[in-house]
């Protein structure tokens, strides 16, 4: 079954930027025949899905606290998926997670199978 792994999280001030990444766990998968998502969660809230990216890379769909300031990608070559995070504000701080579907875009956490382990992101001066 296909495992994700996240990486790029860490501590960073207002107004500053990350890049997330999300690679397969083992080799043998190709993450270009899914679909995937981003996800994050902070500390006492529910799972909120912000951004997806198609098999193709041509089609995206962003959550509108995120719109304008992420920006999803995708290197089929590498394997990778990335989230291009900029102009990041406290309220960004959660932990992230990349998953996979094989179907089209959604939001939808349910409508995810295969998740990685996350990364912790936290936006502060």
């Known amino acids: 079954q296909l495992q994700l792994v996240e990486s790029g999280g860490g501590l960073v001030q207002p107004g500053g930027s990350l890049r997330l990444s999300c690679a397969a766990a083992?080799?043998?998968?190709?993450?270009?025949?899914?679909?995937i998502g981003w996800f994050r969660q902070a500390p006492g809230k529910e799972r909120e899905g912000i951004s997806c990216?198609?098999?193709?890379?041509?089609?995206?769909s962003y959550a509108n606290s995120v719109k304008g300031r992420f920006t999803i990608s995708r290197d089929n070559t590498k394997n990778t998926v990335y989230l291009q995070m900029n102009s990041l504000k406290p309220e960004d701080t959660a932990v992230y997670y990349c998953?996979?579907?094989?179907?089209?875009?959604?939001?939808?956490?349910?409508?995810?199978?295969?998740w990685g382990q996350g990364t912790q992101v936290t936006v502060s001066s």
């Open positions: 083992a080799s043998g998968f190709t993450l270009a025949d899914y679909a």
């Open positions: 998953a996979a579907r094989s179907l089209w875009l959604s939001l939808n956490p349910v409508d995810f199978g295969s």
């Open positions: 990216i198609s098999r193709s890379g041509h089609s995206t």
